[in-house]
């Protein structure tokens, strides 16, 4: 009974020819290689394109060269000016000085206001009943 079945089964016989593929993978090989090819030459044109170009003069920017820019300008030197800010604002942050003093408002030492709220502690709402 098994040989019956066996007997049925049955496989290809004919092997995949593989030179169409080779082909194939050969053809795209060389598009590819051709296309990069192109486009190297495109960049090196481009490329020497941009080199010859010189920017022109034009007569009204010819007579204006040392004139500034209106304000406000870029900053020369940032790292300083941050350094400053931060020097201001440390020197505000641990000094006693008016807000605005007709309305009586001032400001301490951050220091100082943490050991205040530490002590009075911080406003809460009142528990309703």
């Known amino acids: 009974m098994t040989n019956v079945h066996q007997d049925a089964i049955h496989h290809e016989e004919r092997d995949v020819d593989i030179r169409p593929i080779f082909g194939f993978a050969a053809g795209l090989t060389f598009?590819?290689?051709?296309?990069?090819?192109?486009?190297?030459?495109?960049?090196?044109f481009y490329a020497s394109r941009a080199a010859v170009k010189t920017t022109p003069q034009y007569p009204l920017a010819s007579t204006q060269e040392n004139r500034l820019p209106p304000e406000p300008r870029l900053q020369t030197n940032p790292r300083q000016d941050l350094s400053d800010l931060r020097t201001q604002e440390d020197r505000v942050l641990d000094s006693y000085g008016w807000v605005d003093k007709n309305a009586g408002v001032?400001?301490?030492?951050?220091d100082q206001a943490m050991k205040l709220t530490l002590e009075r502690g911080l406003p809460s709402r009142q528990a309703k009943q």
Not at 31 to 44: D, E, P
């Open 31 to 44: 598009v590819v290689a051709f296309v990069c090819f192109v486009v190297w030459v495109l960049f090196q």
């Open 106 to 110: 001032v400001r301490i030492p951050i």
